[in-house]
């Protein structure tokens, strides 16, 4: 198929670094023959109201440095609906869009996968600070995030050790752990909570009781905000059962913005080139993915699997269905094997955060 126009939008929460795969999509795009790249406003929202504008290779310049995203992101209850689809699916055949690369999450990657069975190829890119998608080993985000949350962390610490305190700091990350692991053991914090791992409270009380009996003055306990309605009240009981003064912080939206680091620059650089190639290569119902290092990709709706299996969210009908058509073996040794990266960093940061 000859694409002559294309569509790209960003969806979700937004992550720095999208700026860099819009860049990165638009050019490659047009770079290969596509005749017009259309920006997409605000996510699926933005396609249903047809809030669109034509870029060029000059009007994504000097936005690869640049937090946020240029074509804004927001939620879309309506493009789930029956009529917000068909509406979307018109829109794409008034403006000659040939198919769509959709920067986001997974709620992004199911409006693609949708958008595909209607007739409109897309390809999704993985964006979304909390590295929460379980198909790609990255996601674009993820690193400006966390040095975020290691500058702010290392200046709490300098105040800690000033008045011999502990403080208590909630990152992001809803389904997944990530930040809290990688910035936990960046910043030598004492204690990690995440909602994925068991967490023996008794035991991190007792570590940092007997820190503080080793001359230490001052605690980071990171936890991710996964662990629901933990972190304030655990600053509390802290301080009641080690007598040190302890303090809460919540990090919350500040670690979404921010310029992109030079991992998310080049991640979404790469990726975005990916996806273009993919959707110009005649593909569709993709999500571009990073395995071991390498830039590769995977068919959506194995992906949207693999991420319910590791969250534990598959039925045992869903587990049925896998096995009769023998992908269940090759989705597990997927999880099987994120899950113990993730169980390897919990016990590295047991082990020397001390
Ligand atoms: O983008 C991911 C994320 O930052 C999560 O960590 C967090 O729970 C959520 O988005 C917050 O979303 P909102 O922007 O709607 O407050």
Redesign the pocket.
Known sequence: MQFKRIGVLTS??D?PGMNAAIRSVVRTAIGRGVEEVYGIYSGYKGLIEEDMELLNIRSVSNIISHGGTMLYSARCPEFKTEEGMQRAVDVCKKRGIDGIIAIG?DGTFRGATDLTRRGIPCIGIPA???NDISSTDYTIGFDTAMNTVVELVDKLRDTCESHARCNVVEV???YAGDIALHTGIATGAISIAVRELPYDEDQAIAKIIKARENKKRNFIVIVA?GKENFAEAYAKRIEEKTGIETRFSRLA?V??GGNPTVRDRVTASLMGKAAVMELLDGKSNLVICERKGVITSMDINKALKIDRMFKDLMTPEEYAELEAEGSLVDMRRHCEERAAAKLNLYRISQEICK
């Open positions: 979700g929460g992550a999450g979304t600070i909390d992001m990350g809803k905000e939206h670690q979404r």
